[in-house]
């Protein structure tokens, strides 16, 4: 199939009309603005944005509601990772710790915000409702690279504490 090209006439050659339709839509805009009419564009630090219901933020970690660390070092999130933003180091728990015997915790845990790419497979995979994509953490920037791979105690002051409706280890 062989489509025919228009023929333009000298104006339209010059791209005289194009300029003037995008001139003229400019100019719209700006009258808008001085009248108040519309409002193109957010002071963002001042003013925050309408966030969509829904949004994944950042991955998180959070402790339970006695401040204890909910994470056991499974490493499911860190073999689900796409991008591999994940690394953990397992550890143990102290032993004078009631429990010790019972669970392990991360000795480290990173996560690569410059990796990440906000799936939320790990919140998903996560057994003990460890790891959760906050939405109020969205806007994360830093001056390098190294400032955006959060270790595990900035997760967990990000993360906060998160109340959890079953409590396993309560005794009866």
Do not use: N
């Amino acid at each position: 199939m062989i489509v025919k090209r228009p023929t333009l006439s000298f104006i339209e050659k010059t791209y005289l009309p194009g300029i003037l339709q995008g001139l003229g839509i400019t100019l719209k805009h700006f009258w808008d603005r001085v009248r108040g009419k519309t409002k193109i564009t957010l002071e963002y630090p001042e003013e925050k944005p309408q966030l969509p219901e829904g949004l994944r933020g950042a991955p998180l970690l959070v402790k339970d509601e006695e401040g204890r660390e909910k994470c056991v070092s499974c490493q499911f999130c860190e073999f689900i990772c796409p991008p591999r933003a994940i690394r953990i180091i397992p550890g143990e728990i102290p032993l004078e710790d009631k429990y010790a015997k019972v669970e392990k915790a991360p000795k480290e845990f990173f996560i690569d915000m410059t990796r990440c790419i906000y799936c939320g497979l790990c919140e998903e995979v996560c057994p003990e409702e460890a790891i959760f994509l906050l939405p109020k953490i969205y806007s994360l920037s830093g001056y390098s690279r190294k400032e955006l791979i959060h270790d595990k105690k900035t997760l967990y002051e990000l993360g906060g504490i998160y109340a959890r409706p079953i409590k396993k280890w309560e005794k009866k």
